[in-house]
Protein backbone atom coordinates (compact mmCIF):
# COMPACT_ATOMS: atom_id res chain seq x y z
CA UNK A 1 0.00 0.00 0.00
CA UNK A 2 1.60 3.30 -0.86
CA UNK A 3 -0.41 6.59 -1.09
CA UNK A 4 1.14 9.76 -2.04
CA UNK A 5 -0.32 13.35 -2.10
CA UNK A 6 0.29 16.97 -2.39
CA UNK A 7 -1.01 20.43 -1.95
CA UNK A 8 -1.08 23.80 -2.60
CA UNK A 9 -0.91 25.46 0.85
CA UNK A 10 -0.37 29.18 0.17
CA UNK A 11 -4.28 30.07 0.76
CA UNK A 12 -4.33 27.88 3.99
CA UNK A 13 -6.42 29.84 6.58
CA UNK A 14 -3.40 29.61 9.27
CA UNK A 15 -5.45 30.83 12.13
CA UNK A 16 -7.82 27.78 11.29
CA UNK A 17 -5.09 25.02 10.62
CA UNK A 18 -3.03 26.76 13.85
CA UNK A 19 -6.06 25.34 16.47
CA UNK A 20 -6.11 21.75 14.50
CA UNK A 21 -2.66 20.93 14.89
CA UNK A 22 -1.01 19.20 18.78
CA UNK A 23 1.01 21.46 20.59
CA UNK A 24 4.14 19.95 19.65
CA UNK A 25 3.57 20.62 16.10
CA UNK A 26 2.54 24.46 17.04
CA UNK A 27 5.77 24.98 18.33
CA UNK A 28 7.41 24.24 15.50
CA UNK A 29 4.74 26.63 13.36
CA UNK A 30 5.52 29.74 16.00
CA UNK A 31 9.42 28.98 15.35
CA UNK A 32 8.86 30.56 11.84
CA UNK A 33 8.98 33.99 11.34
CA UNK A 34 7.45 34.45 7.56
CA UNK A 35 3.54 33.25 7.47
CA UNK A 36 4.54 31.20 4.43
CA UNK A 37 6.96 28.57 6.30
CA UNK A 38 4.35 28.74 8.95
CA UNK A 39 1.30 27.81 6.63
CA UNK A 40 4.11 24.99 5.10
CA UNK A 41 4.79 23.32 8.46
CA UNK A 42 0.82 23.46 9.52
CA UNK A 43 -0.23 22.13 6.16
CA UNK A 44 2.38 19.06 6.28
CA UNK A 45 1.35 17.80 9.03
CA UNK A 46 -2.69 18.33 8.10
CA UNK A 47 -1.96 16.71 5.18
CA UNK A 48 -0.40 13.33 7.04
CA UNK A 49 -3.55 13.53 9.23
CA UNK A 50 -5.45 13.49 5.93
CA UNK A 51 -3.89 10.46 4.92
CA UNK A 52 -3.76 8.67 8.12
CA UNK A 53 -8.07 9.38 9.21
CA UNK A 54 -8.18 7.71 5.28
CA UNK A 55 -6.68 4.51 6.74
CA UNK A 56 -7.98 4.37 10.40
CA UNK A 57 -5.11 5.24 11.79
CA UNK A 58 -5.89 6.81 15.02
CA UNK A 59 -4.28 8.44 17.80
CA UNK A 60 -0.30 7.93 16.49
CA UNK A 61 2.21 8.73 18.42
CA UNK A 62 5.51 10.09 16.53
CA UNK A 63 9.34 9.79 17.52
CA UNK A 64 12.17 10.24 15.72
CA UNK A 65 14.99 7.83 14.52
CA UNK A 66 18.82 8.39 15.07
CA UNK A 67 18.79 10.77 11.87
CA UNK A 68 16.23 12.34 12.77
CA UNK A 69 13.60 10.65 10.33
CA UNK A 70 9.92 10.47 11.98
CA UNK A 71 7.66 7.20 12.23
CA UNK A 72 4.80 6.61 14.16
CA UNK A 73 5.71 4.52 16.88
CA UNK A 74 2.71 2.34 17.65
CA UNK A 75 1.53 1.50 14.20
CA UNK A 76 4.53 -0.71 13.25
CA UNK A 77 3.16 -1.45 9.46
CA UNK A 78 2.53 2.42 8.55
CA UNK A 79 5.68 4.30 6.94
CA UNK A 80 5.80 8.46 5.82
CA UNK A 81 7.58 10.69 4.72
CA UNK A 82 7.51 14.33 4.24
CA UNK A 83 8.50 17.31 1.90
CA UNK A 84 7.74 20.97 1.13
CA UNK A 85 8.74 23.58 -1.09
CA UNK A 86 7.40 27.06 -2.30
CA UNK A 87 3.57 26.36 -1.88
CA UNK A 88 3.45 22.83 -2.25
CA UNK A 89 3.40 20.39 0.83
CA UNK A 90 3.85 16.31 0.42
CA UNK A 91 3.15 13.35 2.05
CA UNK A 92 3.48 9.46 1.63
CA UNK A 93 2.05 6.79 3.82
CA UNK A 94 3.14 3.18 2.98
CA UNK A 95 3.07 -0.23 4.73
CA UNK A 96 6.98 -0.21 3.61
CA UNK A 97 9.81 2.66 4.12
CA UNK A 98 9.01 5.04 1.47
CA UNK A 99 11.34 8.60 0.94
CA UNK A 100 9.91 11.58 -0.89
CA UNK A 101 10.91 15.46 -1.82
CA UNK A 102 9.36 18.26 -3.56
CA UNK A 103 11.28 21.09 -4.78
CA UNK A 104 10.64 24.20 -7.44
CA UNK A 105 12.40 23.74 -10.79
CA UNK A 106 14.63 27.35 -10.16
CA UNK A 107 15.93 28.08 -13.30
CA UNK A 108 18.81 29.97 -11.54
CA UNK A 109 19.85 27.32 -9.65
CA UNK A 110 23.67 27.03 -9.22
CA UNK A 111 24.73 23.73 -10.97
CA UNK A 112 28.13 24.02 -9.83
CA UNK A 113 26.36 22.22 -6.92
CA UNK A 114 25.92 18.96 -9.36
CA UNK A 115 29.54 19.70 -10.47
CA UNK A 116 30.57 19.14 -6.76
CA UNK A 117 28.55 16.67 -5.24
CA UNK A 118 26.91 14.53 -7.86
CA UNK A 119 28.01 11.91 -9.44
CA UNK A 120 30.39 12.51 -12.51
CA UNK A 121 27.82 10.94 -14.72
CA UNK A 122 24.66 12.69 -13.03
CA UNK A 123 27.01 15.76 -13.22
CA UNK A 124 27.52 14.98 -17.21
CA UNK A 125 23.74 14.26 -17.71
CA UNK A 126 22.35 17.42 -16.67
CA UNK A 127 25.03 19.29 -18.56
CA UNK A 128 24.05 17.72 -21.84
CA UNK A 129 20.15 18.27 -21.72
CA UNK A 130 18.28 20.87 -23.38
CA UNK A 131 17.52 22.35 -20.13
CA UNK A 132 19.94 21.61 -17.53
CA UNK A 133 18.05 23.20 -14.59
CA UNK A 134 15.29 20.92 -15.09
CA UNK A 135 17.45 17.97 -15.29
CA UNK A 136 18.96 19.23 -12.00
CA UNK A 137 16.23 19.06 -9.99
CA UNK A 138 15.02 15.37 -11.54
CA UNK A 139 18.20 14.39 -9.86
CA UNK A 140 18.28 16.32 -6.93
CA UNK A 141 14.66 14.96 -5.74
CA UNK A 142 15.23 11.17 -6.43
CA UNK A 143 18.74 11.85 -4.98
CA UNK A 144 16.82 13.59 -1.71
CA UNK A 145 13.88 10.96 -1.57
CA UNK A 146 16.36 8.34 -1.68
CA UNK A 147 18.09 9.82 1.17
CA UNK A 148 15.48 10.01 3.20
CA UNK A 149 14.04 6.47 2.64
CA UNK A 150 17.38 5.33 4.08
CA UNK A 151 16.47 7.29 7.69
CA UNK A 152 20.18 8.53 7.10
CA UNK A 153 18.81 12.27 5.06
CA UNK A 154 21.81 14.43 5.14
CA UNK A 155 24.04 12.11 6.53
CA UNK A 156 24.11 9.87 3.49
CA UNK A 157 26.55 11.86 1.25
CA UNK A 158 25.08 13.20 -2.15
CA UNK A 159 28.25 11.34 -4.10
CA UNK A 160 28.14 8.06 -2.22
CA UNK A 161 25.40 6.53 -4.54
CA UNK A 162 24.53 6.83 -8.49
CA UNK A 163 21.10 7.36 -9.84
CA UNK A 164 20.00 6.04 -13.37
CA UNK A 165 17.34 7.83 -15.33
CA UNK A 166 16.49 5.81 -18.19
CA UNK A 167 13.30 3.97 -19.38
CA UNK A 168 13.42 2.63 -15.22
CA UNK A 169 14.84 4.86 -13.06
CA UNK A 170 17.44 3.21 -10.54
CA UNK A 171 20.16 2.86 -8.53
CA UNK A 172 23.18 1.64 -9.92
CA UNK A 173 24.23 -1.55 -7.97
CA UNK A 174 20.79 -1.46 -6.28
CA UNK A 175 20.13 -5.07 -4.58
CA UNK A 176 17.13 -3.91 -2.61
CA UNK A 177 14.38 -3.74 -5.83
CA UNK A 178 14.03 -0.40 -5.00
CA UNK A 179 11.20 1.49 -7.10
CA UNK A 180 11.60 5.33 -8.09
CA UNK A 181 9.30 7.57 -10.02
CA UNK A 182 9.75 11.02 -10.80
CA UNK A 183 6.11 13.79 -11.40
CA UNK A 184 6.14 16.85 -12.74
CA UNK A 185 3.15 19.13 -10.69
CA UNK A 186 3.46 22.71 -12.38
CA UNK A 187 6.90 24.40 -11.84
CA UNK A 188 7.88 21.98 -9.07
CA UNK A 189 9.70 18.11 -9.47
CA UNK A 190 9.00 15.41 -7.20
CA UNK A 191 10.78 12.65 -6.75
CA UNK A 192 9.63 9.04 -4.69
CA UNK A 193 11.95 6.50 -3.49
CA UNK A 194 9.81 3.26 -2.55
CA UNK A 195 9.28 -0.12 -2.99
CA UNK A 196 5.98 -0.15 -5.35
CA UNK A 197 5.83 1.70 -8.94
CA UNK A 198 3.06 5.27 -8.36
CA UNK A 199 1.40 6.07 -10.96
CA UNK A 200 -0.58 8.99 -10.06
CA UNK A 201 -0.50 11.78 -6.95
CA UNK A 202 -3.62 12.66 -4.91
CA UNK A 203 -4.29 16.33 -4.91
CA UNK A 204 -6.09 18.19 -2.00
CA UNK A 205 -7.65 21.26 -1.85
CA UNK A 206 -6.45 23.36 0.85
CA UNK A 207 -10.07 23.65 2.79
CA UNK A 208 -10.38 19.74 2.50
CA UNK A 209 -7.34 19.80 4.73
CA UNK A 210 -9.24 21.68 7.30
CA UNK A 211 -12.31 19.24 7.51
Given at each position: ??K ?12 KA???V??NR ?11 D???S????L?LK???D?E?I?K ?7 Y??A???NYDNI?FN ?5 K ?10 V ?6 N ?14 N ?5 IMKSNE ?12 E??M???GL????ELD ?6 K ?12 R ?5 ID?Y?IGI?S?Y ?12 L??
Open positions: MIIAYCNVENLDLKYGLPKQEKIDFYRFDKKKLAGAYLKLLENTPVFKTEKGKYISHLSHSGIVLCAISDMEGVDVEYDPAIDLNIAKNYFYSEYESPSAEFFKYWVLKSYKYTGMNLSFEIIIDRIRLKNDDENLFNLFDQKSHDVSELIEYNVNELN
